[in-house]
């Protein structure tokens, strides 16, 4: 008998040990069209999960989905979600100077219908995903991403929360903080010259007069860009890294989701 349930204990710690190899962060380009029109996102995922997991979309930043963005969602996967990163501007559209990406930015600022309308075509495809859970979602943004996660939750979306980092906090027309449904979190550099205090002082009574829930933190010594190593260490430049603001940012992030999906 106890020779028989050694041998099985060992075929399962076999089985098991096996699984465990094969699992991997699946990280891949993900193609899907809007009003015929190409877009270009990516998509990371546990292979090694096979229920239903809570889905993350990932807004990118000012030049574009990158590399940045592929490292978050691989992140967020090793986490256990389903993260995909959004592409708003399209296939092949991804500016390389500052002037470039400004003027392409500059047309969603501009419209933000049409910025609701772009990031919410990726939402629609995160949740068409079978391994997502369409009860559990979130998105994040950085910079210009965090701008339109917090435009994506004035549009009225149906998802549990929102995070934004470094992101642009003014409001086209404060009266739409009506239609958020979700939960809100800003992630904010305390000495972001790209994000003046009147934006700052702005966001905060949106939130207030239309009584939403939200959380505002702001990280001393931090300026724009403080999660991207990529902005360099030089916060006279007005975006620079800041690794305790990174860390603690990205654990405030977990923190939240941890309510918003429990």
């Not at 500059?106 to 629609?124: E, V």
């Amino acid at each position: 008998m106890y020779i028989i349930n050694l041998f099985f204990l060992l075929v399962l710690l076999t089985l098991n040990f096996s699984n465990n190899l094969k699992a991997e962060i699946v990280g891949m380009d993900y193609e899907y069209k809007i009003g015929g029109e190409t877009y270009q996102g990516y998509v990371a995922y546990d292979n090694s999960i096979k229920e239903k997991v809570p889905g993350v979309l990932i807004v990118h930043q000012w030049k574009g989905l990158g590399e940045y963005e592929k490292m978050r969602a691989k992140m967020l996967a090793e986490l256990g979600y389903v993260a995909f990163a959004v592409d708003v501007y399209g296939k092949g559209i991804r500016p390389q100077t500052p002037q470039d990406a400004g003027q392409e930015a500059g047309k969603f600022y501009a419209d933000r219908q049409l910025f609701r309308d772009r990031i919410t075509a990726g939402l629609n495809e995160l949740m068409k995903m079978e391994n997502t859970d369409k009860n559990k979602i979130a998105a994040i943004g950085y910079c210009f991403g965090g701008g339109g996660v917090l435009e994506l939750a004035r549009s009225g979306a149906d998802i549990n929360g929102v995070v934004s980092f470094h992101g642009s906090l003014k409001s086209g027309n404060p009266e739409d903080a009506k239609n958020i449904k979700c939960r809100v979190l800003v992630q904010h550099g305390a000495i972001d010259p790209y994000v003046p205090e009147e934006d700052v002082i702005g966001f905060k009574k949106e939130m207030e007069d239309a009584g939403k829930d939200y959380v505002l933190t702001e990280y001393s010594g931090a300026v724009h860009a403080f999660t991207d190593k990529s902005a360099g260490d030089d916060p006279s430049k007005g975006a620079a890294y800041n690794e305790k603001a990174d860390k603690r940012s990205w654990q405030a992030m977990k923190t939240f989701f941890s309510e918003i999906f429990n």
